[in-house]
């Protein structure tokens, strides 16, 4: 499997990306640039975490203009799959690639620490490993990660099961308590109709290694591989 990382001024996340899949694949990913206009031959588009652009206007607002990301709505109408995380998913909904946005938190505050997500299926390449309503635990780290959609979108999304995770308790309860930023119908992750495009708040990268404290996200990793390679 061959994969890329789309890097933007303000990307923090980056390498993180890079390590969990070097470590998954043993080979090295692709470092993209957001100024390139050209997309190598890959299996699999990653966009990461972080403050692209200082999240000047609103967030992923302006790397969803970056020349690459032409090349990247290119590449996922053609079926390549792309998986964005945290900024990532911002900037996958303002480039028109998902639906919705995501909005300030609720509570107005930046929000960082573990939460428990509730696993939708695993009948997709980033959920195969995993099953379904398994409770995994990975990290946020989001101060616009309130996801917004209106009533007939939300009802699509839950109807043709692309909502990926929701946010829930220790006990799998998806609950207004364990909702850590306000989502509405507690979304912490969605696809595109294909299931192809991946867009999520917390970061499975984070949590991907036993040295960083657990391995619930090495398994998106991992089956990423399987699937793909």
């Known amino acids: 499997m061959r994969a890329a990382v ?101 509570a107005l505050k930046y929000v960082c620490r573990d939460v428990h997500l509730k696993v939708a299926a695993n009948d997709t390449v980033f959920t195969s490993q995993y099953t379904p309503d398994q409770l995994i635990r990975i990290p946020i780290a989001h101060h616009d990660g309130n996801y917004f959609a209106d009533d007939e979108t939300l009802k699509k999304l839950e109807d043709t099961g692309r909502v990926a995770f929701h946010y829930c308790d220790e006990t799998g309860a998806v609950t207004d308590a364990a909702n850590p930023n306000g989502s509405q119908l507690g979304i912490a992750g969605i696809y595109n109709k294909r299931k192809t495009v991946l867009g999520m708040m917390p970061h499975p990268e ?13 398994s998106m990793f991992k089956g990423l591989v399987q699937a793909l390679s």
């Open 206 to 218: 984070r949590l991907a290694d036993a040295e960083l404290g657990g391995t619930d996200g090495q």
């Open 6 to 106: 789309i890097v933007f001024p303000g990307s923090n996340c980056d390498r993180d990306m890079q390590v969990a899949l070097r470590n998954a694949m043993g080979s090295e990913p692709v470092m993209v640039w957001h100024g390139d206009s050209e997309m190598p031959v890959v299996d699999l588009i990653t966009v990461p975490g972080g403050f692209s652009y200082g999240d000047y206007l609103r967030a992923g607002c302006m790397a969803a203009k970056s020349p690459i990301m032409k090349e990247v709505v290119n590449q996922a109408t053609k079926g390549v799959p792309v998986l964005g995380v945290c900024n990532g998913f911002q900037v996958l909904t303002e480039s028109g690639l998902l639906p919705g946005a995501l909005m300030r938190n609720a």
